[in-house]
C-alpha cells in the first residue's frame, strides 16, 4: 500500500487568511509516461460526503473556487487556501489514486 | 444529472457476509472509461478506499481487504455490488459509493454497524 501522510492533523486559521495542508506518500505517485501525479483533494464538511476539490494534483474541479489550488509533484503535495471564508471550515483529505486508491488521515480546518 | 445510492443492511452480525448494492443513474458503466467504487468511513475517522470496477469489468481492490471483497456489476440493472467476507466491529462505517477515478461523485453513504 501506498501510505498517505497528512500534516498537521488540525489548523486553526483566521478568517480571510491562507491555510496550508500538507501531504506526503511513501512513494512516488507520479506516472512518467504521462507525467501526471495521481493525487486529489477533498472536502467533507460535516454529516456529508466528501467533495472533489482538486485532481492531478493541481487542476480544480469544475465549480470550485480559486481560493483552492494544488501544488506538488512525486511525493510532496499541498492544497493551499486563501481569503479563508466561514464554509471552507471541514475536514480535507488526500487520496493517491496511483495505486489502489489511500486516502491521508485528514486535517481538520477551524476558525482561529 | 450523475445521482449513486447506496442500499443494504443497517446491522449486521460479526462473521456475517455484508452485500451493498449501488443504483446509479445519469452514466452507464458500458461507456469507456467510467468506474464505480466504494470507499468506507468509521465513525469519526477517516476515509478507507475499499474497491473500484470499471466498465470494462477490471476490478481493483484494497491490498489489506482483498481476501474479503468482491466487487462486481450489473450493467443492465446500473447496479455494482460489493460483498466483504467475516464482518467485524472494527468494519462499522458509513459505506459510500462512488463514481470516478478519483471520485468525483459520491452517495449520501450507508451506516453499516456491526454487533451481535
Given at each position: 500500500d501506498i501510505v498517505m501522510t497528512q500534516s498537521p492533523d488540525s489548523l486553526p486559521v483566521s478568517l480571510g487568511g491562507r491555510a496550508t495542508i500538507n501531504c506526503k506518500s511513501s512513494?512516488?505517485?507520479?506516472d512518467s509516461s504521462n507525467n501526471k501525479n495521481y493525487l486529489a483533494w477533498y472536502q467533507q464538511r460535516p454529516g456529508q460526503p466528501p467533495k472533489l476539490?482538486?485532481?492531478?494534483?493541481s487542476t480544480r474541479e469544475s465549480?470550485?473556487?480559486?481560493r483552492f489550488s494544488g501544488s506538488g509533484s512525486g511525493t510532496d503535495f499541498t492544497l493551499t487556501i486563501s481569503?479563508?471564508?466561514?464554509?471552507?471550515?471541514a475536514v480535507y483529505y488526500c487520496q493517491q489514486y496511483y495505486s489502489s486508491g489511500t486516502f491521508g488521515q485528514g486535517t481538520k480546518l477551524e476558525i482561529k | 444529472q450523475i445521482t449513486l445510492k447506496e442500499s443494504g443492511p443497517t446491522l449486521v452480525k460479526p462473521t456475517q457476509t455484508l452485500t451493498l448494492t449501488c443504483t446509479f443513474s445519469g452514466?452507464?458503466?458500458?461507456?469507456?472509461?467510467v468506474g464505480v467504487g466504494w470507499i468506507r468511513q468509521p465513525p469519526g475517522k477517516a476515509l478507507e478506499w475499499l474497491a473500484l470496477i470499471y466498465w470494462d469489468d477490471d476490478r481493483r481492490y484494497s491490498p489489506s481487504l482483498k481476501s474479503r471483497l468482491t466487487i462486481t456489476k450489473d450493467t443492465s440493472k446500473n447496479q455494482v455490488v460489493l460483498t466483504m467476507t467475516n464482518?467485524?466491529?472494527?468494519?462499522t462505517a458509513t459505506y459510500y459509493c462512488t463514481h470516478g477515478a478519483p471520485p468525483s461523485y459520491w452517495g449520501q453513504g450507508t451506516l453499516v454497524t456491526v454487533s451481535s
Open positions: 512513494q512516488s505517485v507520479l476539490l482538486i485532481y492531478w494534483a465549480g470550485v473556487p480559486d481569503n479563508l471564508q466561514a464554509e471552507d471550515v | 452514466f452507464s458503466l458500458s461507456t469507456s472509461g464482518m467485524d466491529p472494527v468494519d
